[in-house]
């Protein structure tokens, strides 16, 4: 049998038994595309503001008293400020149920006013396309089984995406070959649409959904993390100490960090007295800075900040500052620079998973790639389920055939099937 037609049963095999819950990933990832966007699109009029001609900003002490007596009741979990004058100080709230529930607060920068808060309804949903995203829906115990599934089916995925190329890959390269395969025609039907559909989604997806999963892979496997990070001769991280602790590209979307989901954090703001100080340190660290976050509380009398640099070509690339509360004395300072490659390729293979890394042309195509994965999964569905029929409908004349034939002719019929 010839590689081909082996590279096509195990194609077809394996698009039949991961299909659906490839299709699921594919449709959400469509819907998590232009997250950051949207929100911010939606935040804008508690986001924005129009800053006075000769005003100077709130410290961020003065920012979180006017955020505490504006929301008596509330928990800080986070306050992010940009270096843009239009951009108001963003407080995270402690929400009922992890990130998508956690709401921010907006907090004119100048005046302390508040400006009010993000949509939560918003986040919700896109914390729900997280959830089927990654774990189908479920909910405590029974994710780890089904992240097992996402993860499993984004490797098939991988495998369809590279055996793909190799079996859309026209045996003459001739512009009528070529245009059959790569054109989509909406004016066919049946089967011969199933083909055209599947072949030129194929031909122009496979690429970058070769990119999508597998960086998809380093997110779902320990092993695939720990590779990138041996390939790149870094010392591999333990497992409690995540890969990147930065706040991601576009913090817009729930505040500065991703908050653990559960009671991590303690009652109440904990904020050092002498914030403003520590804040200053973290400016002067990198003066070009474009946003600085500081998550709350304070842990261990310790002080975090993540600061992001306006001018790096890198849109992921984030500092971190920990200052002892009580002291000023610096704990530690890691530059984006110095951290070991296989960190900053780790965090760039995160956002570069969801196209953010490259910003909205990456997004763009992380999208689009998603979108043919799904019209992708629906057609290779449609061509199986007709192949299959064509099978029993093979099957039934054969042996209507031979058993309407003499019992010589009878056996070599079914010999023959």
Known sequence: ?????????CHLITGVVAGSIIFVMCVTGILLAYQPQILRFLDRKARLVDPPARAARLSPAALFAKAQQARPGAHLLSLTLQSDPSEAAAFQLE?????????????????GAIQGEGSLAARAFFRKMTDWHRWLG??????????????????????????????WWPRKWTPEALKAAALLNVRLSGRARDWNWHNGAG?????????????????????????VYRLTGSEVPGR????TSFAPPSHERTGAFDVPRGGEHARGPRVPPNLDDLWATAESKVPNWQSISLRIPARAGLVTFAISNGKS?????????????ATGEIVSWERYSDQSLGRRVRTWIRFLHTGEALGPVGQTLAGAASAG????????????????????????????????????????????F
């Open 138 to 167: 479920f909910s405590g115990q029974t994710r780890d089984a089904a992240r097992a599934a996402t993860g499993f089916c984004n490797a098939a995925f991988l495998f369809l995406a590279i055996s793909g190329i190799y079996i």
């Open 373 to 416: 994965g799904a019209l992708l999964v629906f057609t290779g569905l449609s061509l199986a389920l007709r192949r299959l029929s064509a099978w029993f409908r093979k099957r039934g004349a054969i042996l209507s055939v031979a058993h309407s034939q003499p019992p010589g002719t009878a056996a070599s019929a079914r010999r023959v």
């Open 203 to 227: 031909i122009w997806c496979a690429l970058i959904l070769v990119v999508l999963t597998a960086t998809g892979m380093v997110l779902s496997y320990s092993w695939a993390n720990d590779l």
């Open 240 to 243: 409690q100490a995540p890969p």
């Open 1 to 9: 049998m010839k590689l081909r037609r082996i590279l096509f049963w």
């Open 313 to 325: 070509w890198d849109l992921t690339a984030r500092s971190q500052l920990t200052v002892n509360a």
């Open 95 to 111: 929400g009922p149920g992890g990130p998508g529930s956690s709401p921010v607060l907006y907090v004119n920068p100048y005046t």
